[in-house]
């Protein structure tokens, strides 16, 4: 379930705790898992709890806590927007409806075609950049103002036609 | 990432954000600016920890993140003799509405909060150290981890660090998407694997910490300062700002100004002058609310901000409080209902739900005010919504359930005017476009 790529990045993660501390690299695990399946299905949560050593039930309470796990099928490419109030203030509200009005979907909704999935997001410490998204948790985009979401969106696209971007639909399960 | 290729401006006070262009984050630009000056010395002259501790209380340096509590402090509770590993962890999960300072010294001067962890291992005899760096920053934290191996392979941390029999192994940790974690034992339960979760206290992290051992938590910024002081002076740093309230701040200034971003400056300075440097309101309007320390601190009406010091001590006589020095400035279109709801929400969405009073009453409070900004408010929802956060705030273990009350209140206080209009004429008094 966790390839030698993954297991390689836990194990450097291991290395930075307590030989019998081994349960702190559980978010980095699990983070790491998304990057390569896209979504956290039970088996590969399991996975992680044996590759770890801890029981199962353990990771599971972390990866329903922290909100940037995907617990469900994403498209391939997951934007999360803040619409916080300090980014509310600098066009983020604005922002937010152009890319349901692009892609056509609501939050916590994925595209028909299985490219994008669009969240609403929490502060992401960025606030003087607004607005500001990340796709697929590790690229954060600043100052996205409309001519700038629509390249973003037509670049993803094109990414995503080329397979690009995470596994998504179709290929992680059914959904919940 | 988006580092600007001209020399970065955070004004004419800055100390530690000095000298930077967004390029220049390497361990030997850090070190061409004197970095790592402090920790040699300390080390070669065998300075006692607690002369360390002693020369940071005089600085009169208070904690960068929120609760401005004294940092030498806060050292001095380690305990001196324990056997066994001590932790120091730097709290860099900032998520605080309107905070984004930590994010610029990790990205532009990792170097420099590695050297303030190092040197407080030192004072206060800690071996391991955590930096826990926010799940949504991944560029930042790759760039800590560059920079950390660069600190390991020059001798800065490790075993026996510049050759001294002074060890202290310091690694990144990165979290994903919990605002809670900015709350220090939260931040403590999700090092060890765990939800973040705040633990009760007593006892205290500086005798049960992480995986149980003694440690102390400080945020990005004042670790930070910690070298800046030992190389000029707990006296030179206190001078900069005023009695209690020593050296330079960065404040995030976010909302309706020309230049949103960060800004150093010495604590004390009226925020007329912080307003300048961030190019005004946006427009020329008028500002007709503040919110001067992130989200969690009391809104100010305009005008009392206006006549305002940056100080902890000043802000907090005007009914606020400096927090972490995030500066949400809001003109006089702007909606006040429509504004507290969706920090409202964001408390509801935040929340660990551990203690009953949070998990319940920030749900409470979201669903009242956003009624009220859909018009269908009722008469009695004003004084509910303020005995409901009453009854939140010093009811919870941790300040989660305070931070939500607290605009829910000084919004009502302050601008109860255009929550009544909400509530008796179904529709906005300004023309809202929050």
């Known amino acids: ?176 | 990432m988006n580092a600007p290729s001209e020399f970065l401006n955070y004004g004419p006070d800055a100390i530690l954000m000095v000298g930077l262009n967004g390029r220049n984050w390497r361990l030997a630009d850090y070190v061409a600016r004197g970095g790592y000056g402090a920790l040699k010395k300390i080390i070669a002259e065998k300075i006692p920890p607690e002369q360390v501790v002693a020369e940071v209380k005089k600085s009169a340096l208070r904690g960068r993140g929120g609760a401005g509590f004294p940092t030498g402090l806060k050292w001095s509770f380690m305990p001196k003799n324990y056997v066994g590993d001590k932790y120091i962890i730097c709290n860099s999960d900032e998520g605080e509405p309107g905070t984004f300072k930590d994010r610029d010294i990790l990205r532009y001067n990792p170097h420099m909060l590695f050297e303030g962890m190092a040197i407080g291992a030192y004072a206060m005899g800690a071996t391991r150290g955590y930096n826990y760096v926010h799940g949504e920053i991944w560029a930042e934290y790759l760039r800590c981890e560059e920079a950390i191996e660069e600190a390991y392979a020059a001798g800065f941390l490790g075993a026996n660090i510049l050759g001294s029999d002074f060890s202290f192994h310091l690694y990144n940790h990165h979290g994903f998407g919990a605002y809670i974690c900015g709350e220090e034992t939260a931040l403590l339960e999700s090092i060890e694997g765990k939800r973040g979760m705040p633990r009760f206290k007593p006892p205290f992290p500086a005798s049960y910490g992480v995986y149980g051992k003694p440690t102390t938590i400080n945020n990005t910024e004042t670790f930070a300062a910690v070298p800046w002081i030992m190389r000029n002076g707990g006296e030179a740093f206190l001078e900069l700002g005023k009695p209690n309230n020593g050296g330079t701040k960065l404040f995030s200034v976010s909302g309706d100004v020309e230049r949103p971003g960060n800004y150093e400056v010495n604590l004390g300075t009226p925020f007329t002058t912080l307003l300048e440097m961030a190019g005004g309101m946006r427009g020329g309007r008028k500002l007709k609310a503040c919110i001067p320390g992130g989200s969690s601190a009391p809104v100010l009406p305009g005008d009392l901000m206006m006549a305002t010091d940056l100080d902890y001590d000043s802000i907090a006589k005007a009914g606020s409080m400096l927090g972490s020095g995030a500066v949400i400035c809001m003109d006089e279109t702007r909606c006040m209902v429509r504004s507290l709801r969706r920090l409202s929400y964001f408390y509801y969405e935040e929340s660990c739900g551990q203690c009953t009073p949070c998990r319940e009453g920030t749900g409470w409070m979201w669903r009242m005010v956003d009624r009220i900004e859909r018009g269908q408010g009722r008469n009695e929802d004003l004084d509910t919504l303020t005995s409901v956060a009453g009854n939140i705030a010093g009811r919870t273990i941790c300040a989660l359930g305070d931070a939500a009350a607290f605009p829910v209140i000084s919004f009502i206080r302050h601008f109860r005017d255009e929550f009544q209009y909400h509530i008796d004429h179904k529709r906005c008094l300004v023309p809202a476009y929050v």
């Open chain 1, 1 to 176: 379930m966790l390839s030698p790529e993954v297991q390689r990045r836990i194990d450097r993660e291991l290395a930075k705790y307590p030989a019998d501390q081994r349960r702190s690299a559980v978010m980095s695990a699990l983070a790491f898992a998304q990057d390569e399946h896209g979504w956290l299905s039970t088996d590969i949560m399991d996975a992680v709890a044996r590759y770890i050593g801890m029981p199962p039930v353990a990771v599971y309470e972390v990866a329903t806590f922290y909100t940037m796990y995907n617990l469900r099928p994403q498209g391939r490419f997951k934007v999360t927007i803040c619409t916080n109030l300090p980014c509310a203030l600098s066009g983020a509200t604005e922002a937010a409806e152009h890319l349901k009005a692009r892609l056509g979907i609501g939050f916590n909704e994925t595209t028909p075609d299985g490219r994008f999935t669009l969240k609403e997001g929490e502060c992401m410490g960025a606030c003087g950049d607004a607005p500001v998204l990340i796709v697929n948790d590790r690229r954060m985009c600043s100052w996205m103002k409309i001519e700038k979401l629509d390249a973003l969106v037509d670049e993803l696209s094109q990414a995503a036609a080329r397979g690009e971007g995470r596994p998504g639909h179709g290929s992680g399960g059914p959904a919940k």
